[in-house]
């Protein structure tokens, strides 16, 4: 009997130690573990960290990935209902907009690509969406931000080659500017049908169905069998024609949200068939129910942006389960199936309770990082989608204050720069340190004189 007892004291203290405890069916144990998870995101977090910059998380984490972060954070504040974050995630959010209010802070202005800005759009429109805490009413409210993304990143619409898309880079001298990637589209994609939504405002639709409608165009969007196939991008040289197929779950996660959102709204029977058809070539991503990054996590070879991208399929899951009750029996057994193995795989780290990027194999091999941690993160927490109410809108419990014009007014503006306003020559692209000077400069003064 005693003995007994202390071979089940020990079973248990091993379960407790060595990965989280997760009852699927309790609120308070979902927080529970959603919680030691995100103070494991803050492991990463340089705002906290004497002398580290506010909204940044350490290297080899990309500015993006903190874009990602805090926007799996405001869900974390508005699940759980669990304000202990919230100071640092409004500190972070208002730090890194920039002097624009665009998210193109000055810091990042050299290096930022389209598809980096759109992360950041993301998280102020989960912030509008969520009515997280604003700011004051004579600054920019999230809203106003996330349409200053969305107007500048439609600026760059860029219809010279392949008939429309966005660049991947934003500025000519990244490696990366020739480039036409899904991601960067995707994000406008998503920005737009969720402004739409928020807004009733059907500009913004009607700018997601051409990004849509362009993707399927340039066959970045395939459809075969009631499902899509969802590829990486083409290079502008061959006019978008010769494509890499490589697929990733982020791509998914942006192009069914935005769909989502778009059918919550219109009800237009086109968005949902867009929906279903994502849904159904997301099941790519599921083996036994639970979610992988299948072009990189079975060969061990995801770098550290790929290892994030889980994170932002559970998110758009969940958002998808919401806005389209239809796809909630096929979405809620996957969020169920990979949260219970995600749990039982934290099991890293000198608390025992680090999150890994496998959730299949708990004897697999151990990576761990922000990215594993955020992935954690948003499945636990999708779990609660049923707790909460759906994401606000203008009309019905947001608050948040905008500005349809945001980030298109101002001449000096980042965004309207185009790196061929500025007519740099490849000779010119081996100076870069001048023409961050130089960008820097129109940055901060608007002193275009100089350059012209
Ligand atoms: C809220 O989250 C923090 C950080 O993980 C945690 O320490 C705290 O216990 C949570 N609060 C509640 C009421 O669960
Ligand atoms: C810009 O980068 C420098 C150097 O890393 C840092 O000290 C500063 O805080 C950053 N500023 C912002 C607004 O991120
Ligand atoms: C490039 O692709 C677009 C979209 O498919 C097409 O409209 C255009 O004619 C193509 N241009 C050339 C030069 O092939
Ligand atoms: C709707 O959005 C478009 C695109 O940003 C904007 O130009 C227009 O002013 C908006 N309309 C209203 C009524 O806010
Ligand atoms: C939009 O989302 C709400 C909240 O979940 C849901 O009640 C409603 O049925 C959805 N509308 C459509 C057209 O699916
Ligand atoms: C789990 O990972 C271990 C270690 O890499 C490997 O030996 C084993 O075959 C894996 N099991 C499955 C089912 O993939
Ligand atoms: C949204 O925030 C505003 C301002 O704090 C508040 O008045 C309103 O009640 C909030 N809406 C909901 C649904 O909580
Ligand atoms: C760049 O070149 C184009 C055409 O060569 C010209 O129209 C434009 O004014 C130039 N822009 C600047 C900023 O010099």
Redesign the pocket.
């Known amino acids: 009997m005693q003995f007994n007892r202390l071979i089940y004291s020990v079973f248990a203290l091993l379960q407790i130690s060595y990965a989280i405890d997760l009852d699927i069916t309790s609120t308070d144990s979902v927080c529970n573990a959603a919680s030691l998870v995100i103070d494991g995101v803050l492991d990463y977090y340089l705002g906290t960290r004497y002398g580290g910059t506010v909204g940044m998380f350490q290297e080899p984490y990309y500015w993006w990935e903190s874009g990602g972060a805090f926007g799996s954070m405001i869900d974390f504040w508005y699940f759980c209902q669990n304000d202990t974050f919230e100071d640092l995630i409004y500190e972070g959010l208002i730090a890194q907009k920039g002097s624009n209010n665009d998210y193109i802070p000055a810091n990042q202005s050299t290096t930022e690509g389209n598809d980096d800005q759109g992360f950041w759009g993301l998280a102020v429109m989960e912030a509008t969406e969520r009515n997280f805490t604003n700011p004051p009413s004579d600054q920019a409210g999230w809203l106003a931000l996330t349409q200053a993304v969305f107007n500048t990143m439609w600026a760059r619409w860029d219809t010279q080659y392949c008939g429309g898309g966005l660049r991947w880079q934003i500025f000519t001298w990244n490696s990366g500017y020739s480039y036409k990637n899904t991601v960067s589209s995707a994000c406008l994609f998503a920005i737009g049908a969720r402004l739409g939504r928020y807004t009733a405002n059907d500009t913004y639709i009607e700018v997601a169905n051409t990004v849509f409608e362009w993707l399927e165009d340039i066959e970045f969007i395939v459809e075969s069998n009631g499902a899509y196939s969802v590829y990486d991008g083409a290079q502008i040289s061959s006019n978008c024609s010769e494509i890499t197929t490589i697929e990733w779950s982020y791509n998914f996660a942006l192009l069914l949200s935005g769909s989502a959102y778009a059918?919550?709204y219109t009800?237009e029977s086109i968005w949902l068939e867009r929906t279903n058809a994502l849904v159904s070539g997301a099941s790519i991503f599921f083996q036994n129910n639970i979610m992988y990054e299948r072009a990189c996590q079975g060969s061990g070879t995801c770098n550290n942006d790929e290892r994030s991208f889980k994170a932002y399929l559970a998110r758009s899951l969940g958002q998808t389960a919401?806005?389209?009750?239809?796809t909630y029996d096929t979405i809620y057994p996957w969020i169920e199936a990979s949260a219970q193995a995600a749990a039982s795989t934290c099991n890293g780290g000198s608390d025992g309770h680090t999150c890994v990027l496998n959730w299949q194999n708990s004897s697999a091999t151990k990576e761990y990082g922000l990215g594993e941690q955020m992935s954690a993160l948003e499945i636990f927490q999708n779990l609660l989608i049923n707790e909460r109410?759906?994401p606000y809108t203008d009309e019905a419990g947001g608050s948040s204050t905008g500005d349809a014009s945001a980030g298109i007014s101002s001449s000096s503006d980042s965004s309207t720069l185009s790196g061929e306003d500025l007519n740099i020559t490849s000779k010119d692209k081996a100076g870069s340190g001048v023409l961050t000077a130089v960008i820097l400069a129109l940055l901060t003064g608007g002193t275009i004189w100089m350059v012209v």
């Open positions: 059918y919550n009800e919401v806005l389209v009750p239809s109410p759906a």
